[in-house]
């Protein structure tokens, strides 16, 4: 390939016969007119240089505004980019038309608002590219997060794990660094996993560490008659202050229950469906079979006095507690095994797979059959049954 050649000059003239050769009335252009040319030698950027990137109003209002994107994933991953609150897939974009990088290089609408005479501006491209980096929403990539945390979970201050050093711990830095999703979506399903921050560190307690918790709140309550609905803060750590730490005590509250104020007086209100279906869970995670009608039973008088159980609260209990349970629920309601959900049913456990605007019916008929059933409509899977 021969060296670039410096970039040739133009009269008003070279540039009026240019247009009359392209059949073009210089009446119907603005006035400027820019003469382009490659930069000579090392002035210029080589193909591959740099990257093209197309952002939608919004990001670049948060860029001007100061706000920073950042790219995440390891080797083996498919980059994402996060803004503060969003994450985007990362896609390449080929164009048959070059892009040129032109510094300086003024719009026609910049041009509308500057008054100048007919001219001619001399400019050097000093670089170009074939294709660019296009974004699309998506969902963030949270299961790392839960995988990571579950690797050391918290079972106490007494617990001899703790003086263990070897054991993996994550700072908020740590995760963002790890995890595909923006900050805010992150910090939103550190809350959803109950997890909370101990020395710095994230962590997931130990389900019978959270169980321990919970019995000596629920066992308070009991003991001073109050109403599920006003359990007080301050009292809740006087009394189990000398049992556990008192930030685990007011985690277990933020768990199971509500916070607000009266009267200048921190309450919460107790969630008896998150503590009905904390308590299925303990007695099910052990369980290899259990008779529906003895675990109902054995279900309600394990709650607190005054809350009632009911199968509906077992909807959101994770996937393998509820197949190693299948004989309490009396549904083997997986897509896949020939069973067939009506939306409600199976709505609890594909919920999170929805991307931005897409219902739950939607996700159905795109990934299941559906048929009508005593009149109501159900799904099941679009897959030969063995």
């Known amino acids: 390939m021969p060296p670039p050649r410096a970039a040739m000059t133009r009269t008003r003239e070279e540039v009026d016969a240019t247009l009359q050769i392209a059949k073009l009335d210089a009446a119907e252009l603005l006035p400027t007119v820019h003469c382009l040319g490659f930069s ?3 002035n210029g950027a080589a193909a591959g240089d740099f990257c093209l990137l197309e952002l939608e109003p919004a990001l670049c209002q948060q860029l001007e505004a100061g706000h920073s994107l950042v790219i995440r994933g390891d080797k083996d991953e498919q980059a994402v980019l996060c803004s503060k609150d969003k994450t985007y897939d990362l896609k390449i974009a080929d164009t048959s038309n070059m892009l040129l990088f032109i510094p300086g290089c003024k719009t026609p609408d910049q041009l509308k608002m500057e008054e100048t005479q007919s001219n001619i501006i001399h400019t050097e491209i000093f670089g170009f590219s074939n294709n660019y980096w296009e974004l699309r929403r998506c969902r963030p990539k ?5 995988k990571l945390l579950m690797q050391n979970t918290y079972e106490g201050p007494d617990s ?4 263990d050093s070897t054991h993996s711990k994550y700072t908020t830095e740590d995760l963002l660094d790890q995890i595909q999703a923006s ?10 996993l109950n997890a909370c921050e101990i020395g710095g560190y994230w962590r997931i307690l130990e389900f019978d560490y959270e169980m321990k918790l919970l019995n000596h709140v629920t066992q308070l309550v009991d003991s001073e008659s109050w109403s599920f609905s006003k359990v007080p803060l301050n009292i809740c750590l006087q009394e189990l202050g000398p049992l556990e730490p008192e930030e685990m005590i007011e985690h277990c509250l933020k768990c199971y229950g509500k916070k607000y104020i009266d009267e200048g007086e921190v309450y919460f209100e107790l969630n008896a469906d998150k503590i009905c279906r904390a308590t299925a869970q303990m007695l099910l995670q052990n369980a290899v079979k259990f008779n529906l009608a003895e675990f109902q039973e054995v279900w309600q008088q394990s709650v607190p ?3 009632i159980t009911r199968l509906d609260q ?3 209990l ?14 083997s309601l997986e897509i896949g095994r020939g069973e067939k959900w009506t939306e409600e049913d199976i709505a609890p456990y594909i919920q999170d797979l929805c991307g931005e605007k897409q219902t739950i019916g939607a996700l159905l008929t795109k990934y299941s059959r559906s048929s009508m059933q005593n009149g109501v409509k159900v799904y099941n899977s679009r897959r030969p049954i063995s």
Request: proline share 0%; aromatic share 0%; charged share 30%.
């Open 40 to 42: 000579l030698g090392a």
């Open 142 to 146: 949270l299961k790392k997060l839960k």
């Open 160 to 163: 001899q794990k703790e003086e």
């Open 183 to 192: 900050e805010e979506e992150i910090m939103t399903q550190l809350q959803v």
């Open 305 to 307: 006095e005054g809350m």
């Open 314 to 316: 077992l909807k959101v």
């Open 318 to 331: 994770s996937e393998n507690i509820i197949q190693n349970s299948i004989q309490v629920l009396r549904t």
